[in-house]
Every structure is written in structure tokens, then in C-alpha cells.
């Protein structure tokens, strides 16, 4: 069974259609690409499949679990957790303690726990900074774990981000241009954590990039956005050989 | 296993500092009311300053609390001085209601936790709808709550006789009681005969108390939660935090600490009246905790005890009082944000506790 099949996925905001008839078919296990000229939709894909706009159209599910219309909390909870085009950490916080909300939903004490600091804090919170500084270490963060994430150089924000997306335990990973801003050394660096993520965590992984480098060189499958309508899809070589997908990049 | 050992001692020094933190305001507590208490004894304090110890008190617990929401949670509230109210009125009103069938400090303790619960369940209240709304919507509304509240109590009256509680919004006469009732609340003079149960020392019990509410809610999974939603909103819903509950958990444990704050206040006048907990009174405490570092609990109580003892204390000027307490508040508010004493006092703090990294701001 496909980890996330989505069937006629279309939401128009007024008349315009930002997405129409998407269809998307990933299965356990697969790094899958999502490609496309800016404005094309794909930021508005991810926003659908993580809950922050009601999809007009269409189903989404998720191993098999219909999640269509569930809120943003849910559908992180049924397993899809993600990063932004736009680094959203929590930067008043130490590096540890972002990835230590992610584990928000795994490792449970009531604020009342907390408050009179039972024997029940400390075990939890024991176990919730020992995993934390495992996958700290996974992006070599751990060494940071105690500076405010804001402070943080941009490369190992964007690690961060994908660090804390971990901590929720999911089954299928977004990742919304993670090499956004880097130079090839940090992208080179950061194809070989993905695929570690991908190897490591067993873990689905669908990611939106525009580093055509990066895209041919971990993804195995390809979807191309143009218009909000789907372009091509398939096999990555093959995709990105197709003649309406070099139309769509470099003009006719 | 190097590597290991290398993990705890970095989460060590985490726990130690923010440890150190904890431990730091307790102490500055505990010595200052040392320090106070032996003044008393030895008679080194004027009646003026002893007078106003359990104010002191009372805007100290109210200012950690509003640097709850302000500070912890990121919202504004405009209307800390209506919870005060709550809490000072149901405790005062529980209090008169018992009277003396119980032992004072018993009835004390009751009537703290009456006033706590009673501010919580007004803050849940006032959560539930305006939380879930984004920008200035929580000041707008918990200003006119601060005010509405205190225009309803001006106009209650409540008497109690062997039938039970009597209510009235018009006057004294419609309550309708038996000559033998008891009338508790009078309308816009407020409840009168309240035991004077208020000392420093309860006072500042009260404020370890709320220290260590506030404190080890600020670092627990409940307060990581809290400070998620104050940083990044989408990005705290996307991994899966309620984001409305958590707001509405600060606020509500907020108020109940603004209540325990009345309490204090109600129990240390012979009359309670709403003339003390309009606007103003909650644009002070905004003021203690914008001065003393939003989210800095350190700073909220130093700004507190500073600015509550001041015009007090300057009484001596006369007509330039006002004046000198401006520029108290510039030279405080200059020592806080300026970025060369920003700098100055890493370095200062850097070289007291020998240790590295730019973090070391705030006192959290």
C-alpha cells in the first residue's frame, strides 16, 4: 500500500485554480520530488497536505488513513510533519528544547506534573534529552544544543528544522526547499543527510526544491507543477529528459 | 561512548543554568525578607516602609504573573487588575461569609484558594473566546473585562441571613432580608470588616509560591509548549501542539496567580472598594514587567518593588516627585534594553560565572 495516495487534489482561492486534479502516489520508503517554475503550486500542495488550507477537491490519505479536511494538529499526530520555505523555529529557545517540542506528542506529563516536578518530570524529561541529543547529533547539532536556535548560522537552522520535523515521529517528511540559501558544499552535505534520514529513520520523504543538482541526484521519482496542473511524473531521469518539463524551466 | 558522556555534559550545564536561574530569584526572596525582618526586629524601619510591605507583595505575585502571559505566552493583557479584583473580592466575601467559625490561618488558606480558583475560572472564561484569535484582540477585550468587572461589583450588593445569600443590582432595601441579615457587599463602598489577615510573611510565601508555579511551568513540557506558540505559531501547530490550550493554560494559571495577588491586597484593609483595580493599576504591572525584561522574573519583581516603593519613598520632594519617578523609569528602561548595557552586563556576567556564548541573556 502507498504511504500517501492523493486523488484529485484541486483548491481554488476565488477563481483562481492554485492546484487542479494533483494526483500523487508515494510509496514506504521512496524520496520523491516535487518540482516546478515559482508560482506553480507546490508550497500550496504541501499547505493542503498538512492541513493549513481545506482542499477544495479530492482525497488525501495517509497509509491508507483518509486525513482530507483534518486540522493541522491531527493530521501531524496521524504521522506528516514538515519544514518551511521560510525558517520557522521557535529561536527564544535552545536548539535542544525546539527539538524537544517535537517530542511534544510522545513523551506526555500534565502541566500539573511539571509544576510540583513529581519523580515522573524527571524520568520523562531524562528520556526526552537523551533522544533529542541522538538526533541532534544525526545533523552534528548536538555540540549547539544549548544556544538559542535563533542564533544558530543559517545552514544548521535549516537542520534544526528538520531535526525538530523528527522528533514528531512521523511516517512521511516535507521538506519545502531545504537547500534554499546554501552554497553547493552545505547542498552536497545536505543530500547526504537526507539520504541518511531516508536510510536511518526508514522514512518517506517528499521534499520541493529548485536545486535541479540536488533534485537528479537523491530524488527517484518526480512530480512537475506548472500552473497548478501537473506537468510530468515518474521516474527522475526521465522526467526531467521531458520535453514539456524543459519547456516549462527554460521557455521554448 | 566519549561522544556519549559529551551529551550529558552539555544537557548538565543546561540543567545547571537554568537551576542557577530557579535558585537565584528564590534567594533574592528569601534574603530580602531577611534583611526586612531584621530591620523590624531592630526597629531600623519606618512606619511608612511598613506599611508598605504587603503591597509590595501584592504587585510582586502580580507581576510574575503577567509575566506569564506577557512574557511566556506572548500575549497582551490589559486587564490583570480585574482578575486582582476577583480574587480579592470572592476571598474578602468568603472570608466575612465565615467570619470567626474557623481559625484565622485555616480560613486564610481557603480564602487564598478561593480567590485563585475563582481569577481562574474568570481567565478561563475570558480565554476561551479571544485566544483563538491572533494581535491585539486578548488586550482590547481583557482591557474592557477589567473594566466591566469593576462597574458590576460597584452596583452588587450581597447580604446573608438564615435563608441563605440575597443578591441585588439597585440597593441595599431589595435585598430583602431578615432584620438579623448581615449585608456583605455594599455596592460601590465595597466589603468592610475584613479580617486583616495579610502579613509580610505570608506575603512572601505567596511569592515563593508563585515562583515556583511559574518557574517550573516555564521549564517543563507544558511551558516548552507555551513558548512554541509565542515564537512560531504555524510552526508550533505543525508539530502537533494545541496551540489555543496552551495559551489558554498560561493565561488561566496567570490569573489565578493575579487573583492570589487580591487576596492579599483584600486581607490587608479593613475596606475593600474597585476603586484600586481599574486601568491604571493594570498598566502599572505591564509596566514592572516591560521594565524588568519581558519574561525576566528576576527584573518583573525588581521593577515591582522599585517602582511600588519609589513615589513612596520620594514623598520628601513634593511637587518634583513625579518628575524624579520619570526619570527612574528612563534610566531603568535605558539599563534594560540599551544595547551597550545589553553588552556591558554580558561581559560583567561572563566574567562572574566564567562561562562562554551570547546566550546568557535574560534571567528565565
Redesign the interface.
Same mark, same amino acid.
Given at each position: 500500500m502507498a504511504m500517501l495516495d492523493v486523488t484529485k487534489l484541486s483548491i481554488s482561492f476565488g477563481g483562481l485554480h492554485a492546484v487542479d486534479d494533483f494526483n500523487l502516489n508515494i510509496e514506504k520508503g521512496e524520496l520523491y520530488g516535487l518540482i516546478g517554475p515559482n508560482g506553480a503550486g507546490k508550497t500550496t500542495v504541501f499547505n493542503l497536505l /498538512?492541513g493549513?488550507y481545506k482542499p477544495t477537491e479530492g482525497i488525501i490519505r495517509l497509509d491508507g488513513k483518509d486525513i482530507t479536511g483534518k486540522?493541522?494538529?491531527e493530521i501531524?499526530?496521524a504521522g506528516i510533519?514538515?519544514t518551511?520555505q521560510n525558517i520557522?523555529?521557535?529561536?527564544?529557545?535552545?536548539v $535542544?528544547?525546539?527539538v524537544?517540542?517535537?517530542f511534544?506528542?510522545h513523551?506526555?506529563?500534565?502541566?500539573l /506534573?511539571?509544576? $510540583?516536578?513529581l519523580p515522573r518530570?524527571r524520568e520523562?524529561e531524562n528520556t526526552?534529552?537523551?533522544r533529542s541529543?541522538d538526533i541532534l547529533?544525526v545533523f552534528d547539532l548536538?555540540?549547539e544544543?544549548? $544556544?538559542?536556535a535563533g542564533?544558530l548560522p543559517y545552514g544548521k537552522q535549516r537542520k534544526l528544522e528538520i531535526a525538530?520535523?523528527l522528533? /514528531?515521529e512521523p511516517k512521511l517528511l516535507l521538506l519545502d526547499e531545504p537547500a534554499a540559501g546554501m552554497n553547493p558544499n552545505e547542498t552536497a552535505e545536505l543530500m547526504e543527510t537526507i539520504r541518511f534520514v531516508r536510510d536511518e529513520f526508514d522514512m518517506t520523504i517528499l521534499l520541493i526544491e529548485h536545486d535541479m543538482k540536488l533534485v537528479a541526484g537523491i530524488c527517484e521519482k518526480l512530480t512537475v507543477l506548472n500552473f497548478g496542473r501537473t506537468l510530468a511524473q515518474g521516474v527522475t531521469s526521465e522526467v526531467l529528459s521531458d520535453p514539456a518539463v524543459i519547456a516549462a524551466y527554460l521557455g521554448e | 561512548m566519549n561522544?556519549k558522556q559529551?551529551?550529558h555534559e552539555? +544537557?548538565r550545564?543546561?540543567r545547571r543554568?537554568s537551576l542557577r536561574n530557579s535558585l537565584l530569584n528564590y534567594g533574592i526572596v528569601i534574603v530580602v525578607f531577611a534583611i526586612m525582618q531584621t530591620m523590624i526586629a531592630t526597629g531600623h524601619i519606618s512606619s511608612l516602609l511598613k506599611g508598605l510591605l504587603v503591597p509590595l507583595c501584592v504587585y510582586v505575585i502580580a507581576a510574575l504573573s503577567l509575566n506569564l502571559v506577557v512574557g511566556i505566552s506572548g500575549e497582551l493583557s490589559l486587564g490583570h487588575a480585574g482578575f486582582m479584583c476577583i480574587g480579592a473580592y470572592t476571598s474578602a466575601f468568603f472570608s466575612n461569609v465565615v467570619g470567626d467559625s474557623m481559625p484565622d490561618l485555616p480560613r486564610f488558606i481557603l480564602a487564598i484558594l478561593v480567590g485563585a480558583v475563582f481569577a481562574g475560572i474568570f481567565g478561563i472564561l475570558i480565554g476561551i473566546p479571544v485566544l483563538r484569535l491572533k494581535g491585539d484582540y486578548l488586550a482590547i477585550v481583557t482591557l474592557a473585562f477589567g473594566e466591566i468587572i469593576k462597574n458590576l461589583l460597584n452596583v452588587l450588593y450581597v447580604g446573608v441571613d438564615s435563608h441563605g445569600l440575597h443578591f441585588s443590582t439597585t440597593s441595599a432595601m431589595d435585598l430583602n432580608m431578615e432584620p438579623t441579615g448581615r449585608q456583605i457587599v455594599k455596592g460601590a463602598l465595597g466589603i468592610s470588616g475584613t479580617p486583616k489577615n495579610s502579613t509580610f510573611t505570608i506575603g512572601v510565601v505567596l511569592i515563593i509560591i508563585t515562583l +515556583?508555579?511559574v518557574q517550573?511551568?516555564v #521549564?517543563?513540557?507544558? @511551558?516548552?509548549?507555551i513558548?512554541?506558540t509565542?515564537? #512560531?505559531r +504555524?510552526?508550533?501547530?505543525?508539530? @502537533?501542539?494545541?496551540v489555543t490550550k496552551y495559551k489558554l493554560?498560561a493565561f488561566s494559571?496567570s490569573a489565578s496567580l493575579a487573583g492570589v495577588a487580591g487576596v492579599l491586597y483584600a486581607h490587608n484593609l479593613a475596606t475593600l472598594n474597585t476603586k484600586k483595580f481599574d486601568y491604571n493599576t493594570s498598566i502599572l504591572i505591564l509596566v514592572f514587567v516591560v521594565l524588568g525584561g519581558i @519574561?525576566n522574573m528576576t527584573g518583573s519583581m525588581i521593577a515591582a518593588v522599585i517602582l511600588t516603593a519609589l513615589p513612596e519613598m520620594l514623598r520628601f520632594l513634593n511637587n518634583y516627585r513625579m518628575l524624579i519617578y520619570a526619570i527612574v523609569l528612563i534610566v531603568i528602561m535605558l539599563f534594560n534594553w540599551a544595547p551597550a548595557s545589553l553588552d556591558f552586563r554580558s561581559r560583567m556576567r561572563e566574567r562572574l560565572w566564567k562561562k562562554h556564548?551570547?546566550?546568557a541573556e535574560g534571567g528565565r
Amino acid at each position: 500500500m502507498a504511504m500517501l495516495d492523493v486523488t484529485k487534489l484541486s483548491i481554488s482561492f476565488g477563481g483562481l485554480h492554485a492546484v487542479d486534479d494533483f494526483n500523487l502516489n508515494i510509496e514506504k520508503g521512496e524520496l520523491y520530488g516535487l518540482i516546478g517554475p515559482n508560482g506553480a503550486g507546490k508550497t500550496t500542495v504541501f499547505n493542503l497536505l /498538512t492541513g493549513v488550507y481545506k482542499p477544495t477537491e479530492g482525497i488525501i490519505r495517509l497509509d491508507g488513513k483518509d486525513i482530507t479536511g483534518k486540522s493541522t494538529i491531527e493530521i501531524n499526530r496521524a504521522g506528516i510533519a514538515r519544514t518551511f520555505q521560510n525558517i520557522r523555529l521557535f529561536k527564544d529557545m535552545p536548539v $535542544l528544547d525546539n527539538v524537544k517540542a517535537g517530542f511534544h506528542n510522545h513523551y506526555k506529563y500534565s502541566a500539573l /506534573t511539571g509544576i $510540583l516536578r513529581l519523580p515522573r518530570y524527571r524520568e520523562i524529561e531524562n528520556t526526552m534529552d537523551e533522544r533529542s541529543m541522538d538526533i541532534l547529533k544525526v545533523f552534528d547539532l548536538d555540540k549547539e544544543a544549548d $544556544l538559542m536556535a535563533g542564533n544558530l548560522p543559517y545552514g544548521k537552522q535549516r537542520k534544526l528544522e528538520i531535526a525538530r520535523a523528527l522528533a /514528531t515521529e512521523p511516517k512521511l517528511l516535507l521538506l519545502d526547499e531545504p537547500a534554499a540559501g546554501m552554497n553547493p558544499n552545505e547542498t552536497a552535505e545536505l543530500m547526504e543527510t537526507i539520504r541518511f534520514v531516508r536510510d536511518e529513520f526508514d522514512m518517506t520523504i517528499l521534499l520541493i526544491e529548485h536545486d535541479m543538482k540536488l533534485v537528479a541526484g537523491i530524488c527517484e521519482k518526480l512530480t512537475v507543477l506548472n500552473f497548478g496542473r501537473t506537468l510530468a511524473q515518474g521516474v527522475t531521469s526521465e522526467v526531467l529528459s521531458d520535453p514539456a518539463v524543459i519547456a516549462a524551466y527554460l521557455g521554448e | 561512548m566519549n561522544e556519549k558522556q559529551n551529551n550529558h555534559e552539555i +544537557i548538565r550545564r543546561m540543567r545547571r543554568k537554568s537551576l542557577r536561574n530557579s535558585l537565584l530569584n528564590y534567594g533574592i526572596v528569601i534574603v530580602v525578607f531577611a534583611i526586612m525582618q531584621t530591620m523590624i526586629a531592630t526597629g531600623h524601619i519606618s512606619s511608612l516602609l511598613k506599611g508598605l510591605l504587603v503591597p509590595l507583595c501584592v504587585y510582586v505575585i502580580a507581576a510574575l504573573s503577567l509575566n506569564l502571559v506577557v512574557g511566556i505566552s506572548g500575549e497582551l493583557s490589559l486587564g490583570h487588575a480585574g482578575f486582582m479584583c476577583i480574587g480579592a473580592y470572592t476571598s474578602a466575601f468568603f472570608s466575612n461569609v465565615v467570619g470567626d467559625s474557623m481559625p484565622d490561618l485555616p480560613r486564610f488558606i481557603l480564602a487564598i484558594l478561593v480567590g485563585a480558583v475563582f481569577a481562574g475560572i474568570f481567565g478561563i472564561l475570558i480565554g476561551i473566546p479571544v485566544l483563538r484569535l491572533k494581535g491585539d484582540y486578548l488586550a482590547i477585550v481583557t482591557l474592557a473585562f477589567g473594566e466591566i468587572i469593576k462597574n458590576l461589583l460597584n452596583v452588587l450588593y450581597v447580604g446573608v441571613d438564615s435563608h441563605g445569600l440575597h443578591f441585588s443590582t439597585t440597593s441595599a432595601m431589595d435585598l430583602n432580608m431578615e432584620p438579623t441579615g448581615r449585608q456583605i457587599v455594599k455596592g460601590a463602598l465595597g466589603i468592610s470588616g475584613t479580617p486583616k489577615n495579610s502579613t509580610f510573611t505570608i506575603g512572601v510565601v505567596l511569592i515563593i509560591i508563585t515562583l +515556583i508555579v511559574v518557574q517550573n511551568l516555564v #521549564n517543563s513540557r507544558s @511551558g516548552r509548549a507555551i513558548m512554541s506558540t509565542r515564537d #512560531n505559531r +504555524i510552526a508550533a501547530e505543525s508539530i @502537533g501542539i494545541p496551540v489555543t490550550k496552551y495559551k489558554l493554560l498560561a493565561f488561566s494559571v496567570s490569573a489565578s496567580l493575579a487573583g492570589v495577588a487580591g487576596v492579599l491586597y483584600a486581607h490587608n484593609l479593613a475596606t475593600l472598594n474597585t476603586k484600586k483595580f481599574d486601568y491604571n493599576t493594570s498598566i502599572l504591572i505591564l509596566v514592572f514587567v516591560v521594565l524588568g525584561g519581558i @519574561g525576566n522574573m528576576t527584573g518583573s519583581m525588581i521593577a515591582a518593588v522599585i517602582l511600588t516603593a519609589l513615589p513612596e519613598m520620594l514623598r520628601f520632594l513634593n511637587n518634583y516627585r513625579m518628575l524624579i519617578y520619570a526619570i527612574v523609569l528612563i534610566v531603568i528602561m535605558l539599563f534594560n534594553w540599551a544595547p551597550a548595557s545589553l553588552d556591558f552586563r554580558s561581559r560583567m556576567r561572563e566574567r562572574l560565572w566564567k562561562k562562554h556564548g551570547s546566550d546568557a541573556e535574560g534571567g528565565r
